[in-house]
């Protein structure tokens, strides 16, 4: 593994159902993040996660919850998908804060029927 | 609400031609970041510039930041195909209390012609 990972790539959901996306690092960062992107809305931040074992709200937190047992795993839970969570989703991390760098997975693109 | 927000949305240039995208703000900020997204990819860290800083270079990319008019642009000299992409500004806001976000735009949507 070299830097961010996320699966799956893409899912179709029935509304109503519980996903998992994952997202793992290696680098060893102490933030992960996830977005969602939008069209016309652009990025906007769902949850956040500034090291192992805490966690926060970001823009856009309903409908969603995250964990952080460990440095690498972030993953980004929707426990009854509505088609309103149709998006492309992004986990991120940085070596700190938010005004750090952020390195970006390669998405995964959901759709909610 | 987006904390910074690109000009134009979209802008189509020749290659060989100059790129200049600008990215205007609310709020105090400690750093603006620009970053790349190529379609169907996640995006890449560009440049970042921190407050006390009004230019900043990396190869073809030059960088501006005006804070008293709360706006920075990205210029791309000499362009090629390959920049076609979107770019986002992205800027730091206090949330929720002590801790940082980077709060993203909503991009400029770049094309270069070949």
């Known amino acids: 593994i070299a830097g961010i990972t996320q699966a799956p790539t893409s899912q179709i959901l029935a509304a109503g159902r519980r996903m998992t996306l994952r997202c793992t690092q290696d680098?060893?960062?102490?933030?992960m993040y996830w977005y969602r992107q939008d069209l016309g809305l652009g990025l906007r931040l769902i949850h956040y996660?500034?090291?192992?074992?805490?966690?926060g709200k970001g823009e856009v937190p309903d409908g969603y919850s995250v964990s952080r047992a460990n440095t690498d795993d972030f993953p980004l839970t929707l426990a009854s998908a509505v088609p309103s969570q149709t998006s492309v989703y992004f986990c991120?991390?940085?070596?700190?804060?938010?005004?750090?760098?952020?390195?970006f997975g390669p998405g995964t693109r959901l759709t909610v029927l | 609400s987006q904390q910074g927000e690109e000009d134009p949305q979209a802008l189509s240039i020749q290659e060989g031609e100059n790129a200049t995208m600008n990215c205007s703000y609310k709020?105090?900020?400690?750093?603006l970041q620009w970053y790349r997204q190529n379609s169907g990819r996640g995006l890449v860290h560009l440049i970042l510039?921190?407050?006390?800083?009004r230019e900043k270079h990396s190869g073809r990319l030059r960088v501006t930041l005006d804070t008293s008019k709360k706006s920075s642009s990205l210029l791309i000299t000499a362009s090629r195909a390959a920049d076609t992409a979107s770019y986002f500004c992205?800027?730091?806001?206090?949330?929720?209390?002590?801790?940082?976000?980077?709060?993203f735009g909503t991009g400029t949507l770049l094309a270069v012609q070949p």
């Open positions: 991120a991390s940085s070596r700190d804060r938010a005004t750090d760098t952020q390195y």
């Open positions: 680098m060893r960062h102490n933030a």
């Open positions: 996660s500034n090291t192992a074992g805490t966690t």
């Open positions: 709020t105090s900020i400690n750093n």
């Open positions: 510039i921190r407050s006390n800083e």
């Open positions: 992205a800027t730091v806001m206090i949330y929720g209390g002590a801790t940082n976000k980077l709060i």
